[in-house]
């Protein structure tokens, strides 16, 4: 592992690669195809073209678009698609802006400054584009109810996730596609060559295994929130980026994955938007001055540190009260139970780690289709980077839910070209299992119960502020020491039987998560995006650059330049 203490980010060797002097593009290889079993038959065994894994809005619009390009498709949820994860327990924003040059250039600048100067601009124009389309098309295909605006304009700048995810499920199914609800993937299948060539996972209604033989697969497993109890994120434990690393992908910007949201201490509600029209205070009543649900949640943080944070709503008409509870209910449910009106008394509040969720760093791309650098594999939402669009820095919706729609969109399509490319029979292909770590220990099985011991480590590193959200050198290398003792001793022996085998994998896959984002934290010793060094509290010009990452019992780090690309229409 480079660097351990944060002292100075080098350079390193990628799969045997040259150092990179910093003006040449980063020399991936994928890595070497290892000797693996012959994957085994499942109960269940499936063959398709393509094989989206996750049912989110990302994996949703993947296997649509799959499907409309006359590919067969399967896709699996870990739970069910249409109701588990974050989008689809509450509402959320878009970016949605209409064509207009000077409008697109404004929304595209907003954020580049506070995103460290590390997105795209042609990436994030394609993200407008596509995203507008999508959006029109999802009240004319999917016949949305949009609302209108008084002066009769139909407004499609949020959605109202239960029902937007409702209607991608009927769409996905309309379009033919086989849904595998409650069907956890546990690992990617690989030909002989190293191509991704399916997955197999766990049917967890019926106890049954399954296994799809696809053409390519699309990554659309969501982020990782560590299980901080944030809604909707129970499901969400970087599964995706283990797999991916699994099979020899890189994942970039994995640094700006520590991204903490208000919400009332007694609630799992995490929505910013109804934070910024409120007032913080002090346990003794005093205002909390710099408070704030955007640029002041590090003093609601650091003050979090030392003493209870207090909240109240600004109060607003009964007819905004009820706009406000029609958009968000969940927000307004924990309030109703315990007899608090948040618009007229102050409630505790605190911050809940939702990571990559609502963070940067992924599965790194490589093509305008969303391809990884491993044949046959796509990724897409949280499951991907998002720095292309955002650079170091985003949050809830927006920019998240335009980039679930547009990578959503492209993978899908990506994918059912892929599959096509190498004929009829991808689907039939000799297949090798990839999963190690929780699912094929090197030594003798722990206790089935193991992962919860695991999950416990992942957490006491990853949660606290002091550790994440305020960031040393020293810190940041006592939590990376305790995680890597913790992965070795995974790597020998944890898994777990049946439906269980899920969790022994969530955990391993949360550990590498956590190893992966302290690795690359360490490298970059700046303050940049939302990555705060507190021994490092200036941007320095000099790191520029993104930062790639990868491995399993060995990580590495290695920059990446940042390239000026002009405005394209995609």
Known sequence: MNDPAGIEAKPVSVD??????????????????????????????LSADVLVIGGGPAGTWAALKAAEDGARVVLADKGYCGTSGPTASSGTGVWFVPPDPEAREKAVAHREALGGHLHDRRWAHRVLDQTYRSMIELGERGRYPWPSAPDGRIVRRGVHGPEYMRRQRIRVQQAGVRVLDHSPALEL??????????????????????????????????????????????????????FAAEVGAELSGMEFSNHYSIAAEFASVTKGRFFSQSTFFHEDGTVLEGAGSTRGRSVIGRTLLKEKVFCQLHWVDEATQRFMRNAQPNFFLPFDRRGIDPFTQRFPVTCLLEGSVRGTGGVRIVGDDCATSVPGLYAAGDSATRELVCGGFTGGGSHNAAWAVSSGTWAGRGAARHARAIGGDAGRRAVHATGEAGLRPTGAQGSPEQYKEVIELVQGEALPYEKNWFRTGARMTASLGALDDGWAELRSSLAAPGAEAR?????????????????????????????????????????????????????????EPVRPFAVMAS
């Open 16 to 45: 045997g690669a040259a150092p990179l002097d910093g003006n040449r593009p980063v020399p991936i290889e994928r890595h070497r195809v290892r000797r693996r079993a012959v994957a085994p038959p499942a109960d269940l065994d």
């Open 189 to 242: 299948l690989v030909d002989a060559d190293g191509a991704v060539a399916g997955a197999a996972g766990h049917r967890r209604q019926e106890d049954v295994t399954w296994r799809v033989r696809a053409g390519a697969v699309v990554l659309a497993a969501g982020g990782c929130a560590f299980l901080s109890r944030a809604l909707g994120t129970n499901v969400v434990t970087g599964d995706g980026a283990l």
């Open 503 to 559: 969790r022994a994998r969530e955990a391993a896959a949360m550990t590498a998560f956590a190893r992966w984002m302290y690795s690359s934290a360490l490298a970059r010793t700046e303050t940049r995006g939302m990555h705060k060094r507190e021994d490092f509290p200036k941007l320095d010009p000099a790191q520029h650059h993104r930062l790639l990452t990868g491995g399993l019992d060995e990580i590495w780090v290695a920059p």
